[in-house]
Nanobody, 128 residues
């Protein structure tokens, strides 16, 4: 079992930045791909960014490309999401998730449902 705990959410003005963290505990010796997802009120959950076990491959949703950066520190069992140039439409609960494969096709919605572990989320609110 792997437990994921997100942190770093909060209230920020449009144009500002936040860095989210996702700390993993438990069976962290396996080579998990990690991803960030978000769900805005009244909307479906959507993919934000994903990173391979090694950190050498990343993928992003078009809506955040060039503004968000995903990274990981395996020594600390932590994945980060640096969010810059935030917009009100980025307001959502952000979740991190882990998959037992070292890399997945992040653009497959089915793969999102098949993620093995999920955190409980952290709220990001961007004011206009």
């Amino acid at each position: 079992q792997v437990q994921l705990v997100e942190s770093g959410g909060g209230l920020v003005q449009a144009g500002g930045s936040l860095r989210l963290s996702c700390a993993a505990s438990g069976r962290t010796s396996s080579s998990y791909a990690m991803g960030w997802f978000r769900q805005a009120p009244g909307k479906e959950r959507e993919f934000v960014g994903g990173i391979s076990w090694s950190g050498g491959r990343t993928a992003y949703a078009d809506s955040v490309k060039g503004r968000f950066t995903i990274s990981r520190d395996n020594a600390k069992n932590t994945v980060y999401l640096q969010m810059n140039s935030l917009k009100p439409e980025d307001t959502a609960v952000y979740y991190c998730a882990a998959d037992r494969d070292s890399w997945i096709n992040w653009y497959s919605v089915q793969n999102h449902y098949d993620m093995d572990y999920w955190g409980k989320g952290t709220l990001v609110t961007v004011s206009a």
